[in-house]
């Protein structure tokens, strides 16, 4: 079972910042976050991972509360290239080939 | 980044035939991968962990007789659906771990099938 849990849907005007919740309130210690996307009809895409720390790369912003029981993923400038489903995941990369459980997502739709 | 090739992107095959869908890691050496399920606006489901060079763990309740899986060379698994149905009619994406970091997985493009 999915470890998190998040909204099933969300809408962002384009060139906003999309700001994408998810609860991971069992996480243990040394899991980590993920977030991956997909795009309609294709396979899913990462975006970033953190532990504890904030992160941040070319696609994205994760922040991650001090209790690490939520995060908040964030897309800066959405585009509308930016609709997809947004996929929060736990897990432990150093418990060697680790298995993907995907919940249910967030659809996140952009709007012109 | 690493990039995991999938083909075909879609196949319309009859009842009762067999598919057979590859997964090729093209710039690393992949000794897992795994191969999910996605019907129509669900999430992707888990079928089975591919190891090369050994047998593919199933989750539960995938027929593993029905579901083949291959893994015979470090940079290919395949997955044949065996006596197809309609109700296997599903999209099927294959992934495996980053070998740099192994902390992000890379997806192939997916397979659509569909059993007439």
């Known amino acids: 079972d999915a470890k998190t849990t998040q909204p099933t849907s969300m809408d962002c005007a384009e060139g906003r910042a999309a700001n994408l919740p998810c609860n991971h309130s069992?996480?243990?210690?040394?899991?980590?976050v993920y977030w991956y996307r997909q795009i309609h009809s294709q396979g899913p895409q990462y975006i970033i991972h953190?532990?504890?720390n904030n992160e941040t790369n070319e696609m994205a912003s994760l922040i991650i509360t001090e209790d690490r029981k939520s995060s908040t993923l964030i897309l800066p400038h959405a585009t509308l290239r930016d609709t997809a489903v947004y996929y929060c995941?736990?897990?432990?990369?150093?418990?060697?080939?680790?298995?993907?459980?995907f919940g249910q997502g967030t659809r996140l739709t952009i709007n012109p | 980044g690493a990039v995991v090739s999938q083909h075909p992107s879609w196949v319309i095959c009859k009842s009762g035939t067999s598919v057979k869908i590859e997964c090729r890691s093209l710039?690393?050496?992949?000794?897992?991968m795994f191969w999910y399920r996605q019907f129509p606006k669900q999430s992707l489901m888990l079928m089975a962990t591919?190891?090369?060079?050994?047998?593919?763990?199933?989750e539960q309740g995938v027929e593993k007789d029905k579901f083949l899986i291959n893994h015979a060379s470090l940079t290919l698994s395949t997955l044949t659906v065996t006596s197809a149905h309609p109700e296997d009619s599903s999209f099927y994406i294959c992934?495996?771990?980053?070998?740099?970091?192994?902390?992000?997985?890379?997806f192939g493009q997916g397979t659509r099938l569909t059993v007439v």
């Open positions: 995941i736990v897990g432990n990369p150093h418990q060697g080939a680790q298995k993907l459980v």
């Open positions: 069992t996480i243990s210690g040394n899991e980590y």
């Open positions: 953190g532990l504890k």
């Open positions: 710039d690393f050496q992949a000794t897992t």
């Open positions: 591919s190891n090369e060079g050994s047998k593919a763990t199933y």
């Open positions: 992934s495996s771990l980053g070998v740099i970091r192994n902390t992000e997985a890379f």
